[in-house]
């Protein structure tokens, strides 16, 4: 057997995990120390180009860019059996939710462009992922979750009979797509819930997944649902969450969003580069997995330059804005790379002095990306440094009328959490520092429920 041309690595201590360990998902030294231990995938020298496959599916385009497909080729699979695979999971996802992974559209919106007066060389660019399976992204991060599981089942590194338990914590978009996604590979899974869940969205999660209803207890911090979650991991249970802290390969699958917008902008006439891409960011791996796709696509010659990439948050929460100001403050007024990789190494060596939990709780119209940690804040930090983005903060009201116009202008059931980017760009706007002539993108990541 070859070795993989990939490996899974820990961006906190450098621990490569085994190339055949079957679950490198969270890296062993995690909590035992005051550093942030996120397991990340880091491609090998043998990937030398971007897929420029037309499949529709971005699990199959984009194959060549993912671990399970390496540890694949590495074990003898043929390319066509690994297609076999991921198609035939796909088909599956397609009986449970109506339809399977499709790459996303990307669109200048004409009129959303217009109504924040961009003239015609610049403009607002959406992609759309309310129409991905289970309405919202997060699906995208569990399927490379599932398609990894299957395929090491597939090599023999897996017993097939022998499939331990899926674990989420979360009431919405990310326990639905989790529940789809795992019903579709047959593997059993839990969802730990808070009791003020959506009643409609615990319907459709009990038909999918054991559900279990978290109530605070009188004299216990912390989160009940994430504290059952984790009672659960170290029960045996897989963390099938769409967090890189818990699960590092989680942040792969949400690369294929980025990967979709550099096919997109480079094979359109209407595109071309952009110069922001703004994020709502809850937990930040789908942050930290735009950011991580588009710098390997600028590194792989597929991306002219990359975007200024700025982040969303709430007033009623923004860690990720706090941890952005304390690292910065360890940096020169115009740093260079090798400083920010610096400063970012440090910063992770001492986590708790960076990222801490939100202190009160948090309460938006933004409902999704209420975290009260950052969990992937190190990649959403290092990459607002990189590209010069800004960590926004924004009102309730901003969000309203975001939402209002993203609707209003497009015809997309978009939900306020979704249209948080827009939010931003507004803000961004309306302080002069995207001019007319900028071209900027958002993401309308979650449908109105
Ligand atoms: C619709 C939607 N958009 C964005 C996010 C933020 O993603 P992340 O938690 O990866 O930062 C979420 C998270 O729940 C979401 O539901």
Known sequence: MTSPASIIRCSGCGHVADQDDPYPFRCPRAGTD??????????????????????????????????????????GMADAGYRDLVASL???????????????????????????GFSG???????????????????????????????????????????????????????LAAAVVARAGGWPLSVFVPPEADPAVLRRLRELADVVICPREPGVLGDPAYLRLREKLDEGALPFTAQGNENGLAVEGGETLGYELVTDLASSP????????IIQVGGGALASSCLQALGKAAGLGALGRLPRVHTVQTFGAHPLERAYHRVRALLPDEPGPD??????????????AFMQPWEEEP??????????????????????????????????????EANQLAVATTGIPVDPTGSAGLAGLLQLRRSGQIGDHDRAAVLFTGIQR
């Open 363 to 400: 309460k938006s119209v933004a409902t999704g990306i209420l975290d009260d940690e950052t969990y992937d804040w190190r990649a959403d930090v290092e990459g607002m440094l990189l590209t010069g983005g800004q960590p926004l903060v924004v009102s309730e009201d901003l969000l309203v």
């Open 90 to 116: 796909d088909d599956s996802v397609a009986d449970v939710d109506g339809h399977g992974f499709r790459a996303t559209p990307l669109f200048r919106s004409r009129d959303l462009s217009q109504a924040l």
């Open 270 to 277: 209407d595109h071309g580069d952009l110069d922001h891409l």
């Open 34 to 75: 005051d550093t942030d231990h996120v397991m990340t995938r880091v491609l090998g020298p043998e990937v030398t180009r971007f897929p420029s496959g037309h499949e529709d599916n971005p699990f199959l385009r984009y194959r060549a860019l993912m671990h399970s497909y390496h540890v694949a080729m590495a074990h």
């Open 339 to 352: 400083a920010v990789r610096q400063a970012m190494a440090k910063a992770a060596a001492h986590r708790s």
């Open 121 to 175: 060389d610049g403009g607002v660019w959406v992609k759309d992922e309310t129409g991905n399976v289970s309405g919202s992204h997060k699906g995208r991060h569990l399927m490379g979750v599932l398609i990894h599981l299957v395929v090491m089942e597939s090599c023999g590194l897996l017993d097939p009979a022998d499939r331990r338990d899926l674990a989420i914590a979360s009431c919405g978009n990310a326990a």
